[in-house]
């Protein structure tokens, strides 16, 4: 099969874990016929960019181009394409491709198929190496993995609606969150910011679970509510078995018996955060109260466009600080230390 043709854009990579981020030129494919060409616009900055820039998963392929929180206008498309034309606003999120024929592909849950192809960090079976993310002036990707866009939002306080978005919206949808739910969201950062928003949009009563009394009047501000101090047992106390549904959004070390016991008989407590070591919870409050944990990936990619046009229709998108490309070393510096309310997002203007 012969190599596709290429062309070049500017990007920023890692050369190996010890190193920083810094300018590089890498290829593109050429489209094909069923392919979109998009200049990149915006990048979300996600945690697992940090991960996998770092090797902390111990899967890098160097040179490493995270990003896959990426927005977009389509720059030309192949003649097969019949979702999008040159101009239309566009997302790309943590998926390029898949099998497309398993039970999971066939359900419009491609996050779960055995051959999907992460924007970074798998194969790149057009090109070889790994496939290089977002933090680039431009990508290729196949039409039935890219993402309408709705005009009427800031498409920089989008991006992040493309995994931090989406990883809250899927489970809430899943579980059927609505009216009359009393649900809880663990967590005030990147994830959690959006899952108080989804939650409150749907109907549901919201409470927002912290460690830190500060957070108080910006989970209020988002859409909590109710705000509880999650160190405080007399304030955890007062909601033993009162929860239809608690989102957990934190990657640390977390012991879940004290949240399962907030549950309602039947009530679900939903794992997105993905901490290094295993997490502790008791059997007896499971076992009492027919109560349930569980975790939940990403979103398919109908569930994703159903995601951002319920955000088109509400008016909802990230609570953003952009920065320049050069920045992004900084700017993991400070995601380290939770000093970002509540996601960075890259202008890809600055890597001209």
């Known amino acids: 099969m012969p190599t596709p043709r290429a062309y070049s854009v500017k990007a920023y990579s890692a050369s190996s874990a010890k190193s920083p981020l810094a300018a590089t030129t890498i290829s593109r494919r050429e489209p094909g016929a069923t392919d979109v060409k998009i200049d990149i616009l915006y990048c979300g900055v996600c945690h697992s ?14 040179p490493a181009v995270p990003g896959h929180e990426i927005i977009g206008r389509v720059a030309a498309v192949g003649p097969g394409v019949k979702k999008f034309k040159t101009g239309d606003l566009v997302g790309v999120g943590c998926m390029v491709d898949s099998c497309r024929t398993c039970p999971d592909c066939q359900s419009g849950l491609e996050q779960f198929c055995s051959g999907m192809v992460m924007t970074y960090g798998s194969t790149d079976k057009h090109l070889g190496g790994g496939t290089l993310g977002g933090y680039a002036q431009g990508i290729v990707v196949t039409e039935d993995f890219v993402l309408r866009i709705p005009e009427n939002l800031s498409p920089a306080a989008v991006a992040p609606l493309l995994c931090a978005g989406i990883t809250t919206y899927s489970p809430l949808r899943h579980w059927k969150v609505g009216a009359g739910h009393k649900v809880g969201i663990v967590g005030l950062g990147g994830l959690g910011h959006m899952g108080v928003k989804f939650a409150r949009a749907l109907g549901a009563h919201v409470v927002l679970f912290t460690t830190s009394p500060g957070k108080t009047a910006d989970a209020l501000r988002l859409g909590a509510h109710e705000v509880v101090i999650s160190k405080d047992d007399a304030q955890m106390a007062a909601h033993a078995g009162s929860f239809d549904f608690i989102l957990n959004t934190v990657s640390a070390a977390l012991d879940l018996s004290p949240y399962a016991n ?8 939903v794992l997105v955060g993905a901490p290094e070591k295993p997490l502790s919870v008791a059997a007896f409050p499971l076992l009492f109260r ?6 939940s990936l990403i979103g398919g990619l109908p569930e994703t466009q159903e995601m951002l046009d319920f955000c088109g229709r509400q008016g909802i998108t990230s609570d953003i600080e952009v920065i320049r490309m050069d920045q992004i070393n900084e ?13 960075f997002v890259i202008d890809m203007a600055s890597l001209k």
């Open 262 to 269: 907030l549950l309602k008989r039947d009530g679900n407590l």
């Open 290 to 295: 027919r109560r349930s944990v569980s975790g």
């Open 49 to 62: 960019d940090l991960h996998f820039a770092r090797n902390e998963w111990n899967f890098t392929q160097y």
């Open 331 to 343: 700017a993991y510096e400070r995601m380290l230390k939770s000093d970002v309310k509540y996601r």
